[in-house]
């Protein structure tokens, strides 16, 4: 068997597990990162197919300067990445059949202003919006859908909303809670313009690969956790299967990015605390949904353009772009009616209506359906619905989450991730110091 020491181990080469080991062997400890899979990022890298590069999920850095992933490559001094800003790109918002283009600030107010039927309804909304943000945060005992009735009866406001939520929740407005709900809104309101990344998001983890590695520390693929080594309540290392064969790394911490479930099937149940385990099988739902690649002849919108639409049965947003060889690609994604449960068959009828109604002219530009993927179970949209995760640190001592699961407030995706990560770094730098 094979043996080794160091001051952290990370299982998992998610957004969360890189950014927290880049930020750890930075800050010179001893860090090693194992993955189960041949390539590294998990849902933040891509993949080649049929000549495209293909996200494995994520494709931008969603709250531009602000967020996690941006702000960890600045703080490790990670190699430049080339980035768009779509602060540069058209955004349109079609509402009741008409298009609506944003330019400069004020887009919340903007948007409500175009689905309100009347200058007092438009008030009433933004009132009640604002004293829940900057006042009383509304209750999870109401699903947001229910307290924005409350307000307005305007079907095209709540389809705005229900496609706000869905975009950045990967959840219903009718599954949501108003709480929830508020936390991410919280946090979009801090973000920047986000970031369209030039040559996709594997810049991004091969760049957190590349600060690890010239640190110091280490990273295995092709290895998969066994079990997490617990000795009287504390964490001390892990068992791995490396190709067949076994090693163990005896660590001071260890960090799972491998979901709160796996971490505590690989711990062992009888080594975690009741209440723990019940906020667990309460808490951690993953948000399923569908995910779409089109490609086409001639431009099926401006590329590149972003367009959100509260006019479809499901998708919610469209982005334009072109590929190098002059082809020209949309991505979007959709959140089935339940995103606990659905038929992805239905599904997918439910978007080649949507598709044909939003795209008259697909046929004629020469459109096809690249990629059409189901993101459930171990691969979900996000690991919890936003604004209802865990905290970071476990019952066992030394043993922490990372990853979309154990978003801090106001975060989602990988940025959330990322900014688990951040807090997990934080408090193992206040307690531990490298050898």
């Not at 090693?32 to 931008?60: C, D, H, N, S």
């Not at 996000?382 to 066992?396: A, E, V």
């Amino acid at each position: 068997m094979e043996r080794k020491t160091c001051d952290c181990v990370v299982i998992g080469s998610g957004i969360g597990g890189m950014c927290a080991a880049a930020k750890l062997a930075y800050s010179g400890y001893k860090t090693i990162v194992i993955e189960k899979l041949p390539m590294l990022g998990g849902r933040f890298t891509q993949i080649e197919y049929k000549g495209y590069q293909i996200p494995t999920a994520a494709w931008m850095i969603l709250y531009g300067k602000n967020d996690p992933v941006y702000l960890t490559l600045n703080e490790v001094q990670a190699p430049e990445i080339e980035t768009v800003s779509t602060g540069a790109i058209p955004q349109i918002y079609r509402l009741g059949g008409k298009d609506h283009k944003m330019e400069g600030k004020g887009a919340l107010r903007d948007m409500i202003s175009w689905a309100s039927r009347d200058k007092e309804e438009e008030e009433k909304v933004m009132t009640a919006l604002k004293r829940a943000i900057l006042w009383y945060e509304p209750p999870d005992t109401i699903t947001f859908h229910d307290w924005l009735l409350q307000y307005t009866e305007s079907k095209t406001v709540r389809d705005l909303f229900q496609c706000l939520v869905a975009a950045w929740a990967g959840a219903n407005s009718w599954e949501v809670t108003a709480g929830q709900w508020f936390r991410v809104l919280k946090g979009m309101t801090v973000g920047g313009n986000p970031f369209i990344l030039k040559n996709g998001v594997k810049d991004v983890t091969d760049a957190l690969e590349k600060v690890i590695k010239d640190n110091g520390s280490e990273i295995f693929t092709k290895t998969r956790a066994k079990k997490i080594l617990i000795e009287e309540g504390f964490a001390k290392g892990i068992a791995a299967d490396v190709k067949g064969e076994e090693m163990e790394i005896e660590a001071k911490i260890v960090i799972s990015n491998a979901g709160p479930k796996r971490t505590i099937d690989l711990g062992g149940q009888e080594n975690f605390d009741r209440a723990y385990l019940k906020e667990v099988e309460k808490k951690v739902r993953p948000a399923q949904g569908v995910d779409y690649m089109i490609t086409s002849n001639e431009p099926l919108m401006g590329a590149p353009t972003v367009l959100f639409t509260a006019d479809t049965r499901r998708l919610e947003c469209f982005v334009g772009d072109c590929t190098p060889d002059g082809k020209y690609i949309v991505r979007t994604a959709s959140v089935p009616e339940s995103a606990m449960q659905y038929s992805p068959k239905e599904e997918y009828e439910v978007f080649l209506q949507d598709l044909k109604e939003t795209f008259p002219d697909f046929d004629k530009c020469g459109g096809k359906i690249l990629v059409a993927r189901n993101f459930c179970g171990d691969w979900p949209f996000y690991g919890t619905w936003p604004g209802d995760c865990l905290t970071q640190k476990t019952p066992i001592e030394n043993l922490y989450n990372v990853g979309d699961a154990v978003i801090p407030g106001g975060w989602v995706g990988g940025s959330g991730a990322a900014a688990s990560a951040a807090v997990v770094v934080d408090d193992i730098k206040a307690r531990v110091k490298p050898v």
